[in-house]
């Protein structure tokens, strides 16, 4: 099979087309599918974008962004986390997906491979596969919090093995892989003589903890970060990641040659994304996307789905449905033709008990979800 | 050695690092090493950015970009070159660069290779070294027009070859691929049973000849297009591609993985790039081009420089320099140092002569091109 043809395509996608055919004979359907804030781009972040474009700010900039946006972000680990990041090693890419890209094409070669968890985030598995990169899917349950632990990766960790790659908040279980976790994580890929990615880029949204970043326990490990979530600059394609010393130049000549550079309206309007007119506006959303969660996680588990860990960030639950279905896909797609509600069924996250699992997305408002809720429960009974 | 570390830098960026410490320390320096119109995007195109971020668009757009600039597009090759293509087929990307690694992604393996032309724009080896596929250099001379041709394509395929790639015009060169010539192409890249990637990235930009597109000529090439050049939209990081009907699936689904969409306001803003008040703009721009390009020829020639093939597009010069040094890197420092004019060394292009040649871009007024090539003159002699 050829690379591309290794590439599922997002089943949810087949779903999407159907609600919107749906949408079009005129039924009202409810979007717990998607994985993009239902907000737009905050007013001072559209400002800073307006006057960069009355500016005429339309050439191409550096390879790794902006210095100012590259200070600014240096700053703001400086502010969020008391931490000092040297702006060389920030590198301000067109979305965490360029970034990704970035990180794999420096640190593996054709026929190696990376370990990630089984449900993660189907698009970074298929990135390694365009690089020809096989990726390594480890079941991971509750009992990890749905994360790669240090356990998994003595386990999982092969002779052709490169990196591992952990997301904190993850797509799709809202978890979190707390401090400690972290640090032994950060220590066992090292032991194999790896490296150790971390996506961030839910950072922010993050509900009942403190904070922390993985920037903070080592400098040895790639942090992949976002404009999109947090900031809610999905549209803009902007996001940026953390390098160890020792491959900025790497990644900059990558970058060079496969991006050019980051869109640069896009790194203007960002400048603003920091200040504090923005930041208030930013909180005040994740107190709404909290009130989402914590009406929602009652109620689905007084429906029968099964909330095995109580998500912490980002703005997914992932349930365990097998009361209700052993075909969560087919599932999914009865209940957008019935009830008009799209949901992303498990397989769209990995193979690993995907029949039986499926993830609602709180991208909508508490009205809206209550709503859906209902008809679930119409749905189900 | 890693894939990254095969990739070399851009030796004009160790020019171009040295041109701006020259200039903080207040020398005077001209930039003829710059591949990007020094000309701002056109104010229509502008305003429809402001408009598009007045009204918030700031939302991700489907992977394969805008229904509406998709037709847009379409609608241009009908106007342009009486040509009917299907909005279904054209893709729109985050620059040439996103559409190139589409085009590679879905036609190439791991091991497999490409035919490209010495000289070359270098990204395009690059990318294919990123996706683990060899680059087969093919050196060209003045004689194909520094074009490859269908006798290079019987004597430089090989068993793993999987597609060959030309660029019209061409970076650096100029040139163009006569249509007779794209025709023999295309016909012996069928018969060798691989497929044609063609670069019209500089469409447009053509100063002598009537324009044709090789979509004119078949429908199974890939065609990659960019709105920096012509469009002058090099920030905005927007192309895009035409695929073969049976492509555009797979296309989409490792765009939907790598990339997820291209940048919204953007493509927003180059809906208006096609409209009659941004079109005499942009046509005004190409007269001065093909004036400066008329300027520069002939001083180029009388001062030793050979120009072995008059370029009929984009905003290149590349010349045979070997009258007056056969180590154009070397003499690309020098000329900086003594002189402060900026140019691109042949090596930055591929390997064949590249110490013989060197790369004039006229992205400056001829009164910069004046004041340059009277440093140059005193530089030589």
Same mark, same amino acid.
């Given at each position: ?12 996608? *087949? ?75 920030? &590198? ?19 026929? *190696? ?24 899917? &480890? ?80 400098? *040895? ?112 797609? *009865? ?5 008009? &509600? ?40």
């Amino acid at each position: 099979m050829s690379r591309a043809q290794t590439i599922p395509p997002f089943h949810v996608m *087949d779903l999407l087309a159907r609600a919107k055919q749906l949408e079009s004979e005129g039924r009202s359907i409810i979007h717990l599918e998607v994985g993009e804030p239902d907000f737009a781009t905050a007013r001072p972040i559209v400002d800073a974008g307006i006057q960069a474009l009355r500016q005429l700010k339309t050439h191409y900039t550096a390879a790794t962004g902006l210095h100012e946006l590259r200070q600014v972000i240096a700053d703001h680990y400086q502010h969020k986390f008391d931490l000092k990041v040297d702006p060389r090693r920030v &590198v301000v890419t067109s979305g965490a997906s360029a970034a990704l890209q970035l990180a794999l094409s420096v640190l593996t070669d054709a026929g *190696d491979s990376i370990l990630l968890a089984d449900p993660g985030y189907p698009c970074n598995r298929n990135i390694a596969k365009v690089l020809a990169v096989e990726s390594i899917d &480890v079941p991971v349950t509750a009992e990890s919090l749905y994360q790669l632990n240090a356990a998994h990766i003595a386990k999982y960790w092969q002779a052709n093995t490169r990196a591992a790659m952990v997301a904190s908040p993850s797509n799709p279980t809202g978890t979190i892989v707390e401090r400690d976790a972290m640090k032994a994580l950060i220590e066992a890929v090292a032991v194999a003589g790896g490296h150790l990615i971390v996506d961030e880029i839910y950072q922010g949204l993050v509900y009942d903890l403190e904070e922390y970043t993985a920037l903070s326990l080592s400098d *040895d490990v790639f942090v992949v970060n976002s404009f999109s979530k947090y900031f809610g600059m999905t549209g803009w394609r902007l996001g940026w990641m953390v390098v160890p010393e020792s491959y900025i130049d790497s990644v900059d000549r990558v970058a060079q040659n496969i991006f050019l550079a980051p869109p640069t309206i896009s790194q203007y309007a960002a400048l603003a994304a920091f200040e504090l007119d923005t930041e208030e506006i930013l909180q005040r959303r994740v107190t709404m996307f909290k009130e989402r969660r914590d009406y929602l996680l009652p109620v689905l588990s007084e429906m029968g789905f099964k909330v095995t860990v109580s998500p912490q960030g980002a703005f997914y639950v992932y349930v365990d449905c097998s009361a209700i279905t052993d075909d969560s896909f087919q599932w999914a797609k *009865d209940l957008l033709e019935k009830e008009g &509600v799209a949901v992303t069924p498990g397989i769209d996250f990995g193979t690993f008990e995907a029949n039986t699992h499926v993830r609602f997305a709180y991208t909508r408002s508490v009205d809206e979800l209550k709503r859906a809720m209902c008809r679930i429960a119409r749905f189900i009974k």
